[in-house]
């Protein structure tokens, strides 16, 4: 379906600081974030950033601009930050102190509120902030769906950039559903698979996994994301959080029951903790497998088990 008949909502918009401190040092992500836009057209079912309080603090504005319920309706606006290259240069050549916790160890992630390359648009804008950030010898992390991060092997097969993307599953067609307008799990494969002939540092984030998957199902994914080697493999299930249980719902997805309720949440993501860890084991992953745990599980399990992973450093090493 093209973005008309879609009726997507495009624009700019201008943010006063590019670069944000962020708390995803407690996945082992990175210390600070850029968004380069806010909205996203991959149309991810799951998604929890509509519910997040980048997207709920700006109710007023997205309705001015035509965006009516911003989290029923993600996947159809996006809002490009034009400007953020050259705002963050000015702010990196003023910046006098550089948060580096033990387990963001200072990297930039882009992004964590949308997809750097989704577009040709944000995809430049990436380019070019990806730039600036190297050339002050910063450390970047890259999370994407779109294969189009390859155009720009020339700068990302770099010491100081690890390139990740979502492949949560290598079903094409259950993306179809569960993930919509983003490429297909098949076409993020091969985007890696250059990545790795090209000698770029790569990452997989096998997340969010949609409930049930079999402990065959895990050692066969393992064994095929052997040929991209990643350095790393975070790991977190399908979770229910703001609106994304009705976006799941209205998809027409079967297993959103199974993630609705707390306690047949915490049931289901503890099963796959335990079968991914078996898979790993399997087939030689489980140094390189990170688990992204939510604190609530806390009530259903050791809480030691999960504060383990919370600021954890990745097995990842930065220059």
Sequence with gaps: MDSEMRGIVRGSEKIVNPLQESALHKKGLCDYVVNIASGCLHGCTFCYVPATPAIR????????????????????????RDNIPSQLEDLIERKR?????????????LCSGTDPY???????????????????????????????WIKDLD???????????SLPHFEDELSKVVEPYSPSPSARYN????????????????????PNITLREFESYFQKISRLNPEVVFWEPINARG????????????????????KSWANNFLEQWEIIERAA????????????????????????????WIDRPTVERWI
């Design 118 to 148: 989704q577009t040709k648009e944000t995809a430049l804008i990436t380019r070019e902030t990806v730039k600036i950030l190297l050339r002050y010898k910063k450390r970047v992390r890259i999370l994407t769906r779109s294969p189009l």
């Design 57 to 80: 603090t700006r109710k007023a504005i997205l309705a001015e601009a035509g965006v009516e319920d911003p989290q029923m309706e993600w996947g159809n606006y996006l809002f490009t």
């Design 281 to 308: 084991e399997n087939t030689g992953f489980l140094s390189k497998l990170h688990i992204w745990p939510d604190k609530a599980l806390r009530k259903f399990t050791d809480s030691s088990k999960v504060d383990y």
């Design 191 to 210: 985007a890696m698979i250059k990545g790795a002939k090209a000698g770029c540092r790569l990452f997989v984030a096998a997340a969010p996994t949609p």
């Design 155 to 165: 700068i990302l097969c770099n010491e100081n950039v690890t390139v990740g993307m």
């Design 97 to 109: 102190n550089w948060k580096v916790t033990e387990s963001g160890k200072g990297v930039v992630l």
């Design 243 to 262: 609106t994304n249980g009705k976006r799941m719902q209205k998809a027409g997805l079967k297993f959103v029951d199974l993630v609705m309720h707390e």
